[in-house]
């Protein structure tokens, strides 16, 4: 199984775009939709201290009438941060994510942000390695290894 510094290395986009958590849900969604990302690890003096997704805003913001203008980051954002660290396996991710219900989890190593990876992330890992056991299975079945 592979780590999570394996997912992040295979990642098109290697950039990790964050927002601080001062800044609006405004700037927020505009950082998104301009990078095609569906969230950003928020970071207040350099530490990351939370997550804000579509998710956070929709829920946090539209249906509780609040303005994206008006309205910090830090008010919607889902805290505290769970993280992983880039040794951490794509099962245990998996598993941390169903838990605890998340879509998102960054990336820490000795407290600095690396990555970011997504429960697709995961799952698309998950079906490659599948896969592959499948195809291995078929050839020994077939007696071709």
Not at 5 to 22: C, G, H, L, R, W
Not at 55 to 78: H, P, W
Request: proline letters at 2%.
């Amino acid at each position: 199984m592979k780590t999570v510094a394996q997912i992040i290395q295979s990642k098109k986009i290697k950039e990790v775009f964050t927002i601080d958590a001062d800044d609006t849900v405004l700037s927020a969604l505009q950082k998104m939709a301009d990078n095609n990302i569906g969230a950003l690890p928020v970071t207040e003096n350099g530490k990351v201290v939370g997550v804000i997704s579509e998710r956070d805003y929709a829920r946090k913001c539209v249906l509780k009438g609040r303005a994206s203008v008006g309205t910090t980051v830090r008010e919607i954002m889902s805290s505290p941060v769970i993280t992983v660290n880039s040794k951490q396996g794509v099962s245990e991710c998996l598993s941390l994510i169903t838990d605890r219900h998340l879509r998102h989890l960054p990336v820490l190593d000795g407290g600095e942000l690396i990555g970011l990876v997504s429960i697709g992330d995961l799952v698309k890992e998950t079906i490659a390695e599948q896969e592959q056991l499948i195809r291995q299975l078929e050839q020994y079945i077939r007696g071709e290894v």
